[in-house]
Nanobody
Framework: QVQLVESGGGLVQPGGSLRLSCQASGSTLGNYAIGWFRQAPGKEREGVSCVSRSGRGTYFAESVKGRFTIARDNAKSTAFLEMNSLKPEDTAVYYC???????????????????WGQGTQVTVSS
């Protein structure tokens, strides 16, 4: 069992930056791929970014490519999503998820996550 808690969301102006954190407990993250998803009102949940178990594979949705980065710190059981040059269309609830020996999609989604966090709200508005 893995418990995930997101933090770092909030209100930011267009062009600003936020760093989201995902703190895990209950198990080591070494055997889990980590993905970030988001869901805006009236839209389906979409994959934003994913990092492989080894950390050598990182993937991003086209809409955030070049603006977002993903990182993991297995020693601290923490994952991060660094969001730069934020746009109003980035407004959504952001979720982290982990998958035991699962793979990342080239489009930035994590296939078949095993555990989800509760989400953190990101609002980009002036």
């Amino acid at each position: 069992q893995v418990q995930l808690v997101e933090s770092g969301g909030g209100l930011v102006q267009p062009g600003g930056s936020l760093r989201l954190s995902c703190q895990a407990s209950g198990s080591t993250l070494g055997n889990y791929a980590i993905g970030w998803f988001r869901q805006a009102p009236g839209k389906e949940r979409e994959g934003v970014s994913c990092v492989s178990r080894s950390g050598r594979g990182t993937y991003f949705a086209e809409s955030v490519k070049g603006r977002f980065t993903i990182a993991r710190d297995n020693a601290k059981s923490t994952a991060f999503l660094e969001m730069n040059s934020l746009k109003p269309e980035d407004t959504a609830v952001y979720y982290c998820a982990v998958g035991f020996f699962k793979s990342c999609s080239p489009s930035g989604a994590l296939g078949s996550p095993d555990y989800w966090g509760q989400g953190t709200q990101v609002t980009v508005s002036s």
